[in-house]
């Protein structure tokens, strides 16, 4: 009986032990527990730090000043008319285009009848007048001056309306100035303008550039400075020219130069 009553006592006391242990207070957890669970819980710092930039010597320091300068300087000219920074980059860059090749005239410095037809034949394409055609032909081969370069600033001048004028007086074709055009007669008159204008481009070829009109087709105009001061004296006047030393630093006369130079190119792919 008696081995019977603690037998049922200690069945009862081992579930009550069992809740008394769980009731209990957790135990506080270790040190390396507690740093492993606060680094699992704590934001990842970033794997990429900001990149740091290495020192510079003063050798180069200087350089940045010198090249920050330029800037300003290149910038204050720009605003205030000077060289435009775009056109003065173009100029620069179309150094390296290849010439055309080729002479358009001959030995004696004359234009071969057959080149002449195929002119004819690839200005009537462009939409050009005959007669306008027929004056430039004439003109140039009187003047040995190469056709093509009067028709390309023809089209940048004039469009080839021989009755406009420019808002400075500029007249026909060429867009001459009637103090450049004086004596040779009413310059709206399309074989006056075309000789006045040849005349004058003639001037400034043989003032400005060692290459001949004659021998343009056969070089690269755009490596060439004499070519390209002789162009710009067209349209900004000797006098601009022999001040700066060759093309002026003026947006106009600069887009100008590249224009010429550009169309009287693709004239001479049309052959």
């Keep these: 009986m008696r ?11 081992i579930p009550a032990t069992i809740l008394g242990l769980c009731a209990c207070e957790p135990e506080e957890p270790s040190s ?6 606060g680094a699992l819980s704590a934001p990842e710092s970033p794997r990429f730090g900001r990149r740091q930039e290495p020192e510079l010597s003063p050798e180069a320091l200087k350089q940045v000043e010198q090249a920050r300068k330029a800037k300003q300087a290149l910038a204050g000219a720009s605003a205030t008319g000077g060289a435009s920074q775009k056109v003065g980059k173009e100029l620069g860059r179309i150094d390296a285009r290849p010439g055309a090749g080729g002479a358009l005239f001959d030995g004696s410095g004359n234009l071969p009848p057959l080149l002449e037809r195929k002119i004819s034949a690839a200005m009537y394409d462009e939409g050009i007048h005959p007669r306008i055609v027929d004056v430039v032909l004439a003109e140039s081969r009187r003047q040995k001056a190469d056709p093509l370069l009067v028709f390309a600033v ?17 007249r026909g074709l060429m867009q001459v100035m009637p103090s450049t055009g004086k004596g040779y007669g009413n310059l709206y008159n399309i074989e006056n303008n075309v000789r006045a204008g040849v005349s004058y481009l003639a001037k400034v070829f043989d003032k400005f550039s060692t290459v001949s009109m004659a021998q343009l087709s056969a070089v690269n105009p755009f490596s060439n400075d004499g070519i390209k001061a002789a162009i710009a004296a067209y349209n900004a006047g000797d006098g601009a020219v022999e001040k700066y030393g060759g093309v002026p630093p ?20 049309l052959l």
């Design 250 to 269: 003026f947006r106009e006369t600069q887009n100008f130069v590249v224009d010429i130079l550009e169309t009287y190119q693709g004239y001479l792919r």
């Design 154 to 170: 023809m089209k940048k001048e004039s469009n080839f309306n021989p009755k406009v004028t420019s808002p400075k007086g500029a």
């Design 3 to 13: 081995r019977f009553f603690w037998r049922r006592l200690q069945f009862l006391l």
């Design 32 to 37: 390396q527990a507690a740093a492993q669970t």
